[in-house]
């Protein structure tokens, strides 16, 4: 066999081998963001847990969209967080914590994420600080049931807060990539 023809068997090997489909080693975009989120009290599975739940986070291939979903995802569960606290009310019409989570901390929550999403193309920067601002609502309402007179009211809302906060430092997170 004369070399030029080992030189073009060569060439044509290497180029059949770059093109054959290898097992993937990345990991997806919310998978990265997650693995980013570095709290010891939170572990990275339950973020994967979270977030995969949605097909249009799952399928992000940037920042720009993975926030956009990712806002979008914690506006939803903040309405519904909200819809809850109102029927609890109709149990416990006098509990103090509950009628603040509802009218105030909760309404400042949607208020700063549905201003987060507005913001989100234009100014990345302001969309982050009302995702953080969205987040400290969820937490405010958390410590205003430290001290429940109810004692059922703060086992039921106590996980979907906590739930609250951390997708609003999730969806944080990923704006800041777009800083």
């Known amino acids: 066999m004369k070399s030029t023809t080992q030189t073009s068997l060569f060439i044509f ?10 097992p993937t080693i990345s990991i997806s975009l919310y998978e990265s963001l997650c693995n980013e989120y570095n709290n010891p009290g939170q572990n990275i599975q339950l973020c994967l847990n979270i977030l995969k739940t949605d097909p249009k986070i799952t399928s992000a291939t940037n920042y720009h969209d993975l926030s956009l979903h990712i ?89 979907r807060n906590n739930e609250m906060y951390f997708l609003c430092v999730i969806a944080s997170l990923s704006i800041i990539h777009l800083m």
Do not use: M, W
Request: hydrophobic content about 45%.
């Open 71 to 159: 806002l979008e995802l914690v506006l939803n569960d903040a309405a519904a967080v909200q819809r809850d606290f109102f029927e609890k009310r109709k149990l416990f019409p006098t509990d103090p914590a509950l009628n603040s989570c509802y009218n105030e901390f909760y309404v400042t929550t949607i208020n700063e994420l549905q201003k987060a999403l507005i913001l989100l193309p234009t100014d990345p920067h302001t969309a982050r600080d009302s995702a953080i601002a969205a987040g400290f609502g969820a937490n405010n309402c958390e410590t205003a049931f430290e001290k429940p007179q109810e004692k059922y009211v703060r086992a039921a809302i106590h996980l």
């Open 13 to 22: 090997f290497l180029c059949i081998i770059s093109y054959a489909p290898l």
